[in-house]
Every structure is written in structure tokens, then in C-alpha cells.
Nanobody
């Protein structure tokens, strides 16, 4: 079992930055991929970013490429999502998820993830 806790959300104006954190506890000795997803009211959950256990492989949704950066702490138990140049359309609940996988694996498919956090709200005003 892996427990995930997100933090760092808030209300900001368009163009501002936020850094979300996802801290893992529990069975963190085995390698796991982390994914970030978001869900806006009335919309389906969508993939945002993913990072491998090693931190060397990442992938991003087209909507956030060049603006968001995912990274992993050296201890590997905390994953960050740096969000720059935020837009109103980035407003959503942001979730991190964990999938026990090979050390170099990334995964964009929500259905592949076994563990999910409670989410942190990001609201971007125009």
C-alpha cells in the first residue's frame, strides 16, 4: 500500500505560478511511477504529467507542455509539479497517483494507477 498526500494548491491569477507536492508513505521501497491528473467540474479526469521512479523519464499532456515541470526528490518520496504561466483553463482538482512499475516507466493512463491521493484544488482567475 502507498498513501499519497497532495499539497500546494490555491487561488492565483492568470500568469502566476504554483508548485504542487505529492508525498508518498507506506510501501515506498519498491519502484513506482507517479502521475498527476486533474478534473474540472463537469469534465472527465485528464492526464497532466508523469515521472518515473528514477526521475529520468517524464511525459506531459500537450496542454501543459512548456509550462509545467514534474520532478522527484532525491529520496523519491516526494514529487513536485511546478506550474508556470497558469491559465483559467488549468482550474481543476489535481490528483497524484502511484503505480508500482519498472524504475524507468512512465504512464499516462489513469486506469493503470493503483493508489490515489485526495487531491488539491487549483483555481486560476482571469
Amino acid at each position: 500500500q502507498v498513501q499519497l498526500v497532495e499539497s500546494g494548491g490555491g487561488l492565483v491569477q492568470a500568469g502566476a505560478s504554483l508548485r504542487l507536492s505529492c508525498t508518498a508513505s507506506g510501501r515506498t521501497d519498491a519502484s513506482y511511477t507517479i502521475g498527476w491528473f486533474r478534473q474540472a467540474p463537469g469534465k472527465e479526469r485528464e492526464f497532466v504529467a508523469t515521472i518515473s521512479w528514477t526521475g529520468g523519464q517524464t511525459d506531459y499532456a500537450d496542454a501543459v507542455k512548456g509550462r509545467f515541470t514534474v520532478s522527484r526528490s532525491s529520496a523519491k518520496t516526494t514529487v513536485y509539479l511546478q506550474m508556470n504561466s497558469l491559465k483559467p483553463e488549468d482550474t481543476a482538482m489535481y490528483y497524484c497517483a502511484a503505480d508500482h512499475a519498472a524504475a524507468w516507466a512512465v504512464n499516462t493512463r489513469a486506469e493503470s494507477y493503483d493508489y490515489w491521493g485526495q487531491g488539491t484544488q487549483v483555481t486560476v482567475s482571469s
